[in-house]
């Protein structure tokens, strides 16, 4: 029996053997016998399936591991076909992912919920197709690993998910909505959903406790008993205690739940069968109950379920606290009309200060231009306050003047631009500089001679970091400022603070930047000068090297010199090419950075590109006593990239894993291609990377502490060249270590184009 080494474990030809003839037949049983004790060793759960002339199919054979996790033996399923072991709808569906598998020619894999005696389970299965002589598909071979716990946990998070998204949106609407009716249809009706049970509802009490159903959501199928008024003869003083301290009814069966013959009557008239019942209280008082039902048959309620309605009734306590509160108000309003006048004219004047805190508080989470934020909080605060004068003045960094900077008038502006020496004003910058408000009036004929009595109001503008400036108005003596338009002023300066603070900041932000972008230019020119620079004294030293060459070559020149001088010949020759990478590198690094260096696109295939990029590191592996393993698949599709910058890349990763591979360990270069991307890698067994030193190892000329710099040599700039040219594809790189070995990934995305060609 022949293997094609290009075939996965999947794909190998089935443990039972066809006839052979003559010498063939110690051969094929040798395989059949070792892949047998594969089969029976592996922890994934292998089967066989026969695929017959008809179109039929057969079970052949499956591994132990299998048995393990079905509890079907082999000779119970060998020879039967999916009907005679699985159920009608579970033999449907496996028979059609045979068919699938023999009618597309190739391995496929899925997920699919089976049931073996009677229990239900999740697997993902791949099955691969085996051909024979004539090329036909005779056989499947199948491997599938449980997933039922990674399903079950899925549902378990999803149910977890729906429980907060249920949660949430009723503690939104509580908090969004005064309307108790409203909250409870939506609740009651969301929790039916999510529980799939027959009927929800919340029940209240009455003062004597008796009670309405007050909402309710119920399948059609069971009869509503919504506004129903329900005396529970059961139902006394020791219930409502016991409900009112958070007592939780569960009755999985009405009829073997031990409850009282007129409780099983009481809840036989509703259809119900199981019942979960959770308290809602509101201000330690038990205001109802919320009650799940399930009509249909006994159901078991789960913790989940039972923790869900607790929630759901403390939201509902809250929720009926909110509204009884507000029905209060509505009751005060009733009997005290003239206050309510009022209040609603402060709340009025309330809302309005906070809609102005609102717009600029939006005005400098939106835009950093403190001019604009500033303009508009003085405008809109002299608008809202009908004042006739609105100005801010900044103090210098010292705090020895202060400069008015904003200015909002009804007039022309009379103080913009005018700054005043602290000192000169000690009666007024003192209490403000120890973050004290001052109101006071005073005569101003330059404002309104036919009034020149104004009241000043000043409010310092200060944060955790110190006093930055004043926010100051200027009206009619007879309109004093009252507690809430001081308090206005004191929220719009707080703002005023932050845009200050915040522009500030900004602007130190981007003088750092620009600091940053002029040092990252500087050493950008640097390095390309200096690459430039050495190219020189390096093409002397190689010229140098020729014309030592030329002469030492020459027949009889320097003979009795020549022991000598050749060691020097090959110093030179090796601090050249060193020196002459070292610049190549950096030029590499310095035109990537730049992006000036455009991408050739050319067509690859790697089966045939990797061998040729590995071959000259042959000598060099076998002479440090490594081994090589090379690993590319034949039907990696072909795609287009920049072939230098790849090449590159892979000869750097080559060259890194030649340095650092001990001798006696191993070398491994893999291929693969999935839908979307393609996939180099390079390995390397005894050599270890500590994952804080990973992200640190594409950085130019760094080394790992543990390696000696001088043992390797190199210039340092290999994978801070690999790092670059892997990003100027487009690709990306990762790098995975542990269990004694080192691997880098190269990933590549392939085009929707190159797709549709594979």
Known sequence: MKINQSESAAELPSPLPHPVLGGEVDEELNDYHLLKSIYDAVEASIFVVDVLADGNFRYAWLNPTYERWTGIR???LKGKTPEEILSKEDAASVRQHFTNCVRFGRKISYEECLQFQGIAAWWITTLAPIRDDNSRIFRLIGTSTNITIAKQTEEVLRQQAQREQILGAIAQRIRQSLDLQTILNRTVTEVRQFLATDRVLIYRFCEDWSGDIVVESVISTWIS?????????CFDEKHVERYRRGHIQVVEDVYNAGLHPCHIDFLASFQVKANLVVPIVSEDKLWG?????????????????????????SQVGIAVEQAELHQVVQHLNLHLESVVKQRTAELQQALDFEALVRYITEKIRDSLDVTQVLQTATQELARLLKVEQCKIELYSSCQTSATFAYEYSEKTALCQGLTRIVADYPEIYEPLLQKQSLQFGEIEPRWNPNSPLVTRLAYPIFDDRGIIGNLWLIRSKELAFDEFETRLVEQVANEC??????????????????ELEKLEHLKNDFLKTLSHELR?????????????????TQPGALNQELSQVTPLFQILHEECRREGKLINDLLS???????????????????????????PFRE????????????????????ETDIGDLERILIELLSNACKYTPKGESIAISAGATQNQLFISVSN????????????????????????????????????????????????????????NTTFTVELPIRADEREIT
């Open 536 to 552: 020189t004294p390096i093409t002397s030293i190689q010229l140098a090297a020729e014309t030592l060459e030329f002469i030492i």
């Open 497 to 514: 603070a932050i845009a200050i603070r915040q522009a500030r900041l900004y602007e130190a932000s981007q003088a750092q930047v620009r």
């Open 685 to 740: 067994s005894g050599v270890e990377i500590s994952s804080d030193q990973i992200p640190l190892i594409f950085d130019p000329f760094y080394r790992i502490p543990n390696n000696d710099p001088w043992k390797h040599g190199g210039t340092g700039l290999g994978l801070a060249l690999v790092k670059k040219l892997v990003k100027h594809l487009g690709a990306t790189i990762k790098v995975d270590s542990g269990d004694n």
């Open 620 to 639: 060099r592996i076998d002479s440090q006593q490594q081994q090589l393993k090379l690993t590319v698949p034949l039907d990696i599709p072909p795609f």
């Open 289 to 313: 109950l919320l009650i799940a039902q399930h009509c249909q048959q006994p159901r078991q309620w789960y913790q989940t379920e039972i923790d869900l309605l607790k929630q759901l009734a």
């Open 225 to 233: 008993v919504l506004g129903t008024n329900i005396r529970d003869p």
């Open 74 to 76: 082999l000779e119970d």
């Open 589 to 615: 690094l310095t035109y990537l950075d730049a992006e000036t260096k455009p991408l050739i696109l050319e067509t690859i295939y790697l089966e045939d590109w990797i061998p040729a990029i590995v071959e």
